[in-house]
């Protein structure tokens, strides 16, 4: 059974930092590149970044570019958002999602998602 | 980077009744479209891939349709456990994924 655990969320000041987790497990974690979605209060869901299958290769949104970093420990099965100059507007659900399946050139849908984490960015 | 638009923002419907949620792309997709459905509190459930494929133990009753810019989410026969926001999201152009603002399907 596939199952992706978040951990790390909390309470940050303006400018803070935080380290987002997300333990993989049931499926085979380095073949697959993996990813971030967050959902402020309220709202709908946003892409922030996804990282290849052996983490060479990383993107991201503009609204977190210069700000995240995502990155990965495939003998941990685990993925990581390294989030630094925290914003109100990053308050959020922060969710890790598998993909359906890849290629060697793109991913798919995401097929399985982790049950979030919450970020909250206030004073 | 593509826009995805999803109409209507709220759906009233009766429980028995059908549902027909439609996605726009600004612009072509080619089939590379999924729909999710989020209840409160929840994590999003993935119900349709490749704009027509139901997920593994989606009922029969949710049904995708379109390719290009043009989508539809249509339930035939409204149960309880259907109200709920839905999204559709485009992976055409992976790794920028992009996903609608959502429909929320509410008891009319």
Same mark, same amino acid.
């Given at each position: 059974?596939? &199952?992706?655990?978040?951990? *790390? /969320? /909390?309470?940050? &000041?303006? *400018? *803070?930092s935080?380290?987002?987790s997300?333990?993989?497990? /049931?499926?085979t974690?380095?073949?697959?590149a993996m990813?971030?979605?967050?959902q402020a209060?309220g709202?709908?869901?946003?892409?922030v970044?996804? $990282?290849?299958a052996?983490g *060479?290769?990383?993107? =991201?949104a503009?609204?977190v570019?210069g700000?995240?970093? $995502?990155?990965?420990? @495939?003998?941990?099965n685990?993925?990581?958002? %390294?989030? @630094?100059?925290?914003r109100?507007e990053d308050?959020?659900v922060? =969710?890790?999602?598998?993909?359906g =399946?890849?290629s060697s050139?793109?991913?798919s849908?995401?097929d =399985?998602? !982790? %049950? !979030?984490?919450?970020?909250?960015?206030?004073? | 980077?593509i826009v995805?638009?999803q109409s209507p923002?709220?759906?009233?419907?009766?429980?028995?009744?059908?549902?027909?949620?439609?996605?726009?792309?600004? +612009?072509?997709?080619?089939?590379?479209?999924a729909w999710?459905?989020?209840?409160p509190?929840?994590?999003?459930r993935?119900?349709?891939? #490749?704009?027509?494929?139901?997920?593994? #133990?989606?009922p029969?009753?949710?049904?995708?349709?379109?390719s290009g810019?043009?989508?539809?989410?249509t339930?035939s026969s409204?149960?309880?456990e259907?109200f709920?926001?839905y999204?559709c +999201?485009?992976?055409?152009?992976?790794?920028?994924y992009s996903?609608g603002?959502?429909?929320?399907?509410?008891?009319?």
């Amino acid at each position: 059974e596939v &199952q992706l655990l978040e951990s *790390g /969320g /909390g309470l940050v &000041q303006p *400018g *803070g930092s935080l380290r987002l987790s997300c333990a993989a497990s /049931g499926f085979t974690f380095s073949s697959y590149a993996m990813s971030w979605v967050r959902q402020a209060p309220g709202k709908g869901l946003e892409w922030v970044s996804s $990282i290849s299958a052996r983490g *060479g290769s990383t993107y =991201y949104a503009d609204s977190v570019k210069g700000r995240f970093t $995502i990155s990965r420990d @495939n003998s941990k099965n685990t993925l990581y958002l %390294q989030m @630094n100059s925290l914003r109100a507007e990053d308050t959020a659900v922060y =969710y890790c999602a598998k993909p359906g =399946y890849c290629s060697s050139t793109s991913c798919s849908h995401f097929d =399985y998602w !982790g %049950q !979030g984490t919450l970020v909250t960015v206030s004073s | 980077e593509i826009v995805m638009t999803q109409s209507p923002a709220t759906l009233s419907v009766s429980p028995g009744e059908r549902a027909t949620l439609s996605c726009r792309a600004s +612009q072509s997709v080619s089939s590379n479209l999924a729909w999710y459905q989020q209840k409160p509190g929840q994590a999003p459930r993935l119900l349709i891939y #490749g704009a027509s494929t139901r997920a593994t #133990g989606i009922p029969a009753r949710f049904s995708g349709s379109g390719s290009g810019t043009e989508f539809t989410l249509t339930i035939s026969s409204l149960q309880s456990e259907d109200f709920a926001v839905y999204y559709c +999201q485009q992976y055409n152009d992976w790794p920028l994924y992009s996903f609608g603002q959502g429909t929320k399907l509410e008891i009319k």
